[in-house]
């Protein structure tokens, strides 16, 4: 089997791939839980559309490099993440020299400037590294030095402008990832827009807009097992709780009296759903991916 497809292959089920009906067509993948990249050289395909074929390629870097020359010997400790773009060049990173942090609400576009990094050999280009040098002279420490470089900081999660294309057309896309001081790279969500030649929203999920930082809903849902998981850190513990199917149709409903519930759906069909909560005038909303 093709390494690329078994990689997905493996990966897929811990995605959820959701597609909005605004005139906009966002198709969102939020990879639950967060992909953790680590390690030296260990890669992750990112397949934007889910057809198997990966556009881009997100690497984890953690090296040692010594050298001795007469009597020094140079030591280079690298830690960092980068991106790469498939070897067909048909997808492109917004960058202006360095890989572009995307602001949320940011708008990615034909406009923006991209590169396309796929030299033979290369690691792409740098989202965040830094470098550990030193110089000992017969043993001896002799000199030190200590750079980071990249847009993306240490505890910072951040946007990564795309653009691919995809039956001799452009799309245009996003990630969002955080990078960990230790190099590693956590893989968090990502979209992008199903209209060819249209723009997408940094952040933009089809319903709204992920945020950089967590978003501040007094409700969170996720899927555990076959549960869904609601958890009301609001101060109005009555809440009620409906299921539909993309269709509209309401599929079953609950009262919520617990700060945190979970809901059996293993009998119900596996599919795309929307699970709605009410509290008084207030509602939220979330699509779910059932197994």
Not at 166 to 186: C, F, I, K, Q, T
Not at 188 to 210: C, F, Q, R, S, W
Request: charged share 15%.
């Amino acid at each position: 089997m093709n390494p690329k497809l078994k990689k997905y292959l493996a990966l897929a089920g811990s995605v959820t791939t959701v597609v909005s009906n605004a005139d906009a067509q966002v198709v969102y993948t939020d990879v639950n839980p967060d992909y953790l990249l680590t390690g030296n050289l260990n890669t992750y395909d990112l397949d934007l559309n889910n057809d198997g074929v990966s556009e881009f390629s997100l690497m984890s870097i953690d090296t040692l490099i010594n050298y001795v020359s007469s009597s020094y010997t140079y030591i280079n400790n690298v830690r960092g993440a980068a991106i790469n773009n498939s070897s067909n060049s048909n997808s492109w990173v917004m960058s202006s020299f360095n890989v572009s942090n995307m602001q949320q609400g940011a708008l990615i576009s034909s406009a923006a400037q991209f590169g396309n990094y796929t030299s033979s050999g290369s690691i792409g280009s740098a989202l965040g590294a830094t470098f550990d040098y030193s110089i000992l002279q017969n043993g001896a420490p002799f000199y030190t030095s200590n750079s980071f470089f990249g847009n993306f900081n240490p505890n910072e999660q951040g946007i990564l402008g795309l653009r691919f294309s995809l039956n001799n057309n452009l799309h245009y896309g996003w990630a969002r990832v955080e990078y960990l001081p230790d190099g590693s790279l956590s893989i968090k969500d990502y979209a992008y827009e199903a209209m060819p030649d249209t723009p997408i929203t940094a952040g933009d999920n089809g319903t709204g807009l992920v945020g950089v930082h967590e978003q501040l809903n007094a409700v969170t849902i996720s899927m555990l097992n076959n549960n869904i998981r609601i958890e009301n850190k609001g101060a109005n513990d009555d809440c009620l709780m409906v299921l539909t199917n993309i269709s509209g149709q309401q599929i079953l409903d609950k009262q919520l009296g617990n700060k945190i519930e979970l809901i059996d759906v293993s009998e119900i069909s596996s599919g795309i759903y929307f699970v709605k909560v009410i509290s008084g005038q207030e509602s939220y909303v979330k699509k779910v991916y059932i197994k």
